[in-house]
């Protein structure tokens, strides 16, 4: 696809201070229109909560870092063996590849915390990330599908899309793939449908943002079964992806959640 959307060339006299070139890589400017999206659902559905724009910014800055780390961090530890064997290949890689799994792992301690050092209602505040989460990952998702990454194994049939770009991510090139990225946005977006028409009839604080989890962790389990890193290996025989076995934990988690929750308002 297009990893990069443009490349500025720095005057001569200003290289001492700047790199040559300035490049915009299409992952990045993806992720950064899809927080800026996110922000502004976020807000416009705090505002009940009597969360400013202040306020929400820095929450945003601590999760935007906690999910940096923790996505990156998921990535490189995929398949950690190739990075020690090739250094060189972590800086290419700093231009797309995020686990969402990592990154919200990271994240969601991170809010919680932050939320009751603010002394703000916590289930509710999750129950608008229901909103917000889906809007920057699809968006995020678009960045790699440009960038390459998070794509399916060898595809023949017409679903397939192939990679020519020698910048991009993804391996093989010249190659029709299952295009996952897009397979996420989709989930994504029946997500957010879905819970947007829950709103008004939910039984109690915080469902929302476990009907989120449970079906996004149903629905990437279903694409998992399309996608073409197996390089992140597998658990108990091949049975499960990585990804696959956390979204089991994810689920028996909102389950347990909502059966607690839910008793507390009964």
Wanted: overall charge positive; some cysteine; proline content about 5%.
């Amino acid at each position: 696809m297009f990893p990069k959307i443009v490349s500025i060339p720095i005057p001569e006299f200003l290289q001492g201070f700047l790199p040559a070139q300035i490049t915009v890589y299409s992952y990045g400017l993806m992720i950064a229109l899809g927080i800026l999206a996110a922000f502004y659902v976020a807000l416009k559905k705090s505002r009940k909560l009597g969360i400013n724009v202040d306020v929400l910014s820095s929450l945003f800055m601590w999760v935007i870092l906690a999910s940096f780390v923790g996505g990156k961090l998921f990535y490189f530890l995929e398949d950690i063996q190739k990075y020690l064997d090739d250094p060189s290949l972590i800086k290419r890689a700093m231009q797309g590849g995020f686990v969402f799994y990592g990154s919200l792992i990271f994240a969601i301690p991170t809010i919680i915390w932050w939320l009751r050092k603010e002394k703000i209602k916590v289930r509710p505040f999750l129950d608008i990330l229901a909103f917000a989460g889906p809007v920057v990952h699809s968006i995020g998702r678009i960045g790699c599908f440009l960038a390459g990454c998070c794509h399916g194994k060898v595809c023949d049939s017409p679903l397939g899309v192939t990679f020519t770009h020698p910048d991009s991510l993804a391996n093989p090139l010249n190659t029709p793939l299952y295009p996952t990225q897009l397979f996420d946005i989709a989930v994504n977006l029946i997500i957010l449908v879905t819970v947007y028409y829950i709103e008004k009839k939910q039984k109690f604080e915080g469902q929302l943002f476990l009907i989120y989890l449970m079906m996004y962790g149903v629905g990437r389990s279903i694409v998992e079964m399309f996608r073409g890193d197996e390089a992140r290996g597998f658990v108990f025989g091949g049975l499960l992806s990585h990804s696959q076995f956390i979204a089991v934990l994810i689920i028996a988690t909102c389950c347990f959640f909502w059966w607690k929750w839910r008793k507390k308002t009964a």
